[in-house]
């Protein structure tokens, strides 16, 4: 069975399905089964000669001249993967119109990268080169730069292995291994870039001592429900997937959010006394939204003319109660007054001297033409509102400014009473603020949140329930509004589940994509269960550790239909 690749024409398929999706990167067009000439998304040779007997050999220009580490680059065709284990993947793709040697394909993740390799059955002192795809599984980008070492340990500990200073071209390192020694062993793929460092290990991996002990593969037709797409498609597009995980998947009760600062994180900054308020310093001026942070000096107060009735009555008892406390010390000394008068002077020197702190006069009482009463922050955060304008007279506990502290608000939502009982308990909250695309989830934002009982508003009678919501980047302003979604501690199973972003609506049934290899995926259509509008339990159809794909599912499904239209399988 000839395989040949699958690729989008744009003006092929633009009528039929480029109008409502813009596509820009794929394309499929109508193929010649005896002769076909495949401009391809990254234009990279994909020469698919193989030994066998073809009627026609078939050329894959790529733009950027790459070949896959195919035919004349890599001495073999481009494998077949075969579903598989989602976490590591070993399988053989055969190829022509009859029996040939094993091509194995794998495909493996680390919590950091994803490995897709395709090479030949390793023969003892033959060369074999091996096409190994590396991928970032943060943002599921090509590695670009860096060094690649392929170890093959054997069962008796004997170790080869060769490097690669860089890869060949971007994403993809070709190095060329001849094993010396024969038998089970254990293959390590190291890779060191600025932006990664992983290492993969592959079990039970064989080296064969010739090539007649090399096992032969029956021909197997392609698999009709199996979807090619070529890693340099992914690295181009918003690709992404994750696996189906078990998870608690509650249901979610529908309400409106606002974010609103705690009663702890405001605070009104008083004047300290009366007088003529001052900007703290006329060359660095503050306003309103600046930062500031505990401690710091805003304001100051400058005496006015009721000075004689304020403060300097307070510098006066401070430098009194300082002189009487020096005398009955030195009394003391000389047995002359009791420790209890001496105490008494002390405590209230010390509760004047507290005050004289307090407004910013300590080491200027001596000098009262330098007294000045200082406000200063009482927490960090931001300078929300300024109530005076420089040279206004102010009253000792009039209002200067007001200060909050965006790092942690609280998130208040609102739900009619019919969607919620008075006594069901939220254990968690789904919500996005207007204008943002993403959705988050409460308890991934920092601390867990505290299960809480909804309570009867003043305001609207709506049941209303409050969390607190730590917000360190400060992505979140308070009196923005949010859609949200309650989850309620139902006492709900845990099951499979997949995100939300992974599935799709097609002729009123959900579909999800499965990438079963590296390049290879399949169309599954699950049977699906409660939602929390971020994950969904899958009671079907997905098993958990499958992967899905969540960004770029459009693009599949364009492969998938151009598949249909050609008349084959996995095109390859």
């Given at each position: 069975?000839?395989?040949?690749?699958?690729?989008i024409?744009?003006?092929?398929?633009?009528?039929?399905?480029l109008?409502?999706?813009?596509?820009a990167?794929?394309g499929?067009?109508?193929?010649?089964?005896?002769?076909?000439?495949h401009?391809?998304l990254?234009?990279?040779?994909?020469d698919?000669t193989?030994d066998d007997?073809h009627?026609?050999e078939h050329?894959?220009?790529?733009p950027h001249?790459?070949?896959?580490?195919?035919?004349?680059?890599?001495?073999?065709?481009?494998?077949?993967?075969?579903?598989?284990?989602?976490s590591?993947?070993a399988?053989?793709?055969a190829?022509?119109?009859h029996d040939?040697?094993?091509?194995?394909?794998?495909?493996?993740?680390?919590d950091?990268?994803?490995?897709?390799?395709?090479?030949?059955?390793?023969?003892?002192?033959?060369p074999v080169r091996l096409?190994i795809h590396?991928?970032?599984?943060?943002d599921?980008?090509p590695i670009?730069?860096?060094?690649?070492?392929v170890?093959?340990?054997?069962?008796?500990?004997?170790t080869?292995?060769?490097?690669?200073e860089a890869?060949?071209?971007p994403?993809?390192?070709?190095p060329?291994?001849?094993?010396?020694f024969s038998?089970q062993t254990?293959?390590?793929?190291?890779?060191?870039?600025?932006?990664?460092?992983d290492?993969?290990?592959?079990?039970?991996v064989?080296?064969?001592a010739?090539?007649s002990?090399?096992p032969?593969?029956?021909h197997?037709?392609?698999?009709p429900?199996?979807?090619?797409?070529l890693?340099e498609?992914?690295w181009?597009?918003e690709?992404?997937?994750?696996?189906?995980a078990?998870r608690?998947?509650?249901?979610a009760?529908?309400?409106a959010?606002?974010?609103?600062?705690?009663?702890?994180?405001q605070?009104?900054?008083p004047?300290?006394?009366a007088?003529?308020?001052?900007?703290?310093?006329?060359?660095?001026?503050?306003?309103?939204?600046?930062?500031?942070?505990?401690?710091q000096?805003?304001f100051a107060?400058?005496?006015?003319?009721?000075?004689?009735t304020?403060p300097?009555?307070l510098?006066?008892?401070?430098?009194?109660?300082?002189?009487?406390l020096?005398?009955?010390?030195?009394l003391?000394e000389?047995?002359?007054?009791?420790a209890?008068?001496v105490e008494?002077?002390?405590?209230r020197f010390?509760?004047l001297?507290t005050a004289?702190?307090?407004l910013?006069w300590?080491?200027?009482?001596?000098?009262a033409?330098k007294?000045?009463a200082?406000?200063k922050a009482?927490i960090?955060?931001i300078?929300r509102e300024?109530f005076i304008?420089?040279?206004?007279r102010?009253?000792?506990?009039?209002?200067l400014a007001?200060?909050?502290?965006?790092?942690?608000l609280i998130l208040?939502?609102?739900t009619p009473a019919?969607?919620?009982?008075?006594?069901?308990?939220?254990?968690?909250?789904?919500f996005q603020p207007?204008?943002?695309?993403?959705?988050?989830r409460?308890?991934?934002?920092?601390?867990?949140?505290?299960p809480?009982?909804?309570?009867?508003?003043?305001?609207?009678?709506?049941?209303?329930?409050r969390f607190?919501?730590?917000?360190p980047?400060?992505r979140f302003?308070?009196?923005?509004?949010a859609?949200?979604?309650?989850?309620?501690?139902?006492?709900?199973?845990?099951?499979?589940?997949?995100?939300?972003?992974?599935?799709h609506?097609?002729?009123?049934?959900?579909?999800v994509?499965?990438?079963t290899?590296?390049?290879?995926?399949?169309?599954r259509?699950?049977?699906?269960g409660?939602?929390d509008?971020v994950?969904?339990?899958v009671?079907?159809?997905i098993?958990?550790?499958?992967?899905?794909?969540?960004?770029?599912?459009?693009?599949i499904?364009?492969?998938s239909l151009?598949?249909?239209?050609?008349?084959?399988g996995h095109v390859?």
């Amino acid at each position: 069975m000839r395989r040949i690749h699958l690729f989008i024409n744009r003006t092929y398929l633009k009528p039929v399905i480029l109008a409502g999706i813009g596509l820009a990167l794929l394309g499929c067009g109508p193929h010649d089964h005896h002769d076909h000439d495949h401009p391809h998304l990254h234009d990279h040779d994909h020469d698919h000669t193989h030994d066998d007997d073809h009627d026609h050999e078939h050329d894959h220009p790529h733009p950027h001249g790459d070949d896959h580490g195919h035919a004349d680059e890599h001495d073999h065709p481009h494998p077949h993967p075969h579903p598989h284990e989602p976490s590591e993947h070993a399988e053989a793709a055969a190829h022509g119109d009859h029996d040939h040697a094993h091509e194995v394909v794998v495909t493996r993740y680390t919590d950091r990268s994803e490995l897709f390799m395709e090479r030949e059955e390793l023969v003892t002192g033959t060369p074999v080169r091996l096409v190994i795809h590396l991928t970032r599984t943060s943002d599921f980008t090509p590695i670009t730069s860096g060094s690649l070492v392929v170890r093959v340990i054997s069962e008796r500990g004997e170790t080869y292995s060769v490097r690669e200073e860089a890869p060949a071209r971007p994403g993809i390192f070709l190095p060329v291994v001849e094993v010396p020694f024969s038998g089970q062993t254990r293959m390590e793929i190291e890779v060191a870039s600025p932006r990664l460092e992983d290492l993969h290990r592959l079990e039970d991996v064989t080296v064969y001592a010739s090539a007649s002990e090399v096992p032969h593969a029956p021909h197997e037709d392609d698999d009709p429900d199996t979807i090619s797409f070529l890693k340099e498609q992914q690295w181009q597009i918003e690709f992404a997937n994750e696996p189906a995980a078990v998870r608690r998947v509650r249901q979610a009760i529908p309400a409106a959010v606002t974010f609103r600062y705690p009663t702890g994180g405001q605070s009104i900054l008083p004047a300290p006394s009366a007088g003529i308020v001052r900007l703290a310093s006329a060359e660095n001026p503050i306003e309103t939204g600046a930062a500031v942070t505990e401690g710091q000096l805003l304001f100051a107060v400058v005496p006015d003319s009721e000075w004689e009735t304020g403060p300097a009555r307070l510098r006066e008892d401070y430098l009194l109660a300082r002189s009487e406390l020096d005398r009955v010390r030195r009394l003391q000394e000389q047995d002359a007054v009791s420790a209890r008068r001496v105490e008494v002077a002390r405590v209230r020197f010390e509760t004047l001297q507290t005050a004289v702190e307090r407004l910013g006069w300590d080491g200027l009482m001596e000098d009262a033409s330098k007294l000045r009463a200082e406000a200063k922050a009482p927490i960090s955060g931001i300078l929300r509102e300024v109530f005076i304008v420089p040279g206004q007279r102010v009253a000792a506990g009039d209002p200067l400014a007001k200060l909050v502290d965006p790092d942690c608000l609280i998130l208040e939502a609102r739900t009619p009473a019919s969607r919620l009982s008075a006594n069901e308990t939220i254990a968690d909250v789904v919500f996005q603020p207007t204008g943002d695309p993403r959705r988050y989830r409460l308890s991934e934002l920092g601390e867990p949140p505290v299960p809480s009982t909804p309570l009867v508003g003043s305001d609207d009678n709506l049941p209303t329930v409050r969390f607190r919501l730590d917000n360190p980047d400060r992505r979140f302003l308070a009196g923005t509004r949010a859609t949200a979604y309650l989850l309620a501690d139902d006492g709900s199973e845990e099951g499979v589940a997949i995100p939300v972003s992974a599935i799709h609506e097609e002729d009123g049934l959900p579909v999800v994509y499965v990438q079963t290899g590296g390049e290879s995926f399949e169309k599954r259509t699950p049977r699906l269960g409660t939602s929390d509008c971020v994950f969904t339990r899958v009671l079907s159809g997905i098993e958990a550790g499958e992967r899905v794909v969540t960004e770029g599912g459009a693009f599949i499904r364009l492969a998938s239909l151009a598949t249909t239209e050609m008349g084959h399988g996995h095109v390859h």
